[in-house]
């Protein structure tokens, strides 16, 4: 599977990015479990919003919920964030990635098999 990140960029505090995730595989894209984390510069990568094969299940982290919304288009091999009320401490890398296993979203990023180059998100106060 390849994952490609995008929609990073510039934004000023309180304002909203759409982020998204294109794959190619040669299985069926709803197979996998798909999730976004981030790293911000000198700190470890975190979780930030995980989604089900079929979009029914979604998990988020507590530093952005109500604020960030994960959705995926199956027939479009594509999955999504949206990120509103974007604050300087989001400022970070933002990595997709895919679990081949996966069926419901975990937030742990050993169960996650692919993992997309990443797309720069920052957010000037």
């Known amino acids: 599977v390849q994952l490609q990140a995008s929609g990073g960029g510039l934004v000023q505090a309180g304002g909203s990015l759409r982020l998204s995730c294109a794959a190619s595989t040669p299985r069926t894209f709803n197979n996998y479990a798909m999730a976004w984390f981030r790293q911000a510069p000198g700190k470890e990568r975190e979780f930030v919003a995980a989604?089900?094969?079929?979009?029914?299940?979604?998990s988020y982290a507590d530093s952005v919920k109500g604020r960030f919304t994960i959705s995926r288009d199956n027939a479009k091999n594509t999955m999504w964030m949206q990120m509103n009320s974007l604050k300087p401490e989001d400022t970070a890398v933002y990595y997709c990635?895919?679990?081949?296993?996966?069926?419901?979203?975990?937030?742990?990023?050993?169960?996650?098999?692919?993992w997309g180059q990443g797309t720069l998100v920052t957010v000037s106060s």
């Open positions: 989604i089900d094969w079929n979009g029914g299940t979604t």
């Open positions: 990635a895919a679990d081949r296993y996966g069926v419901a979203p975990t937030d742990q990023a050993y169960d996650y098999d692919y």
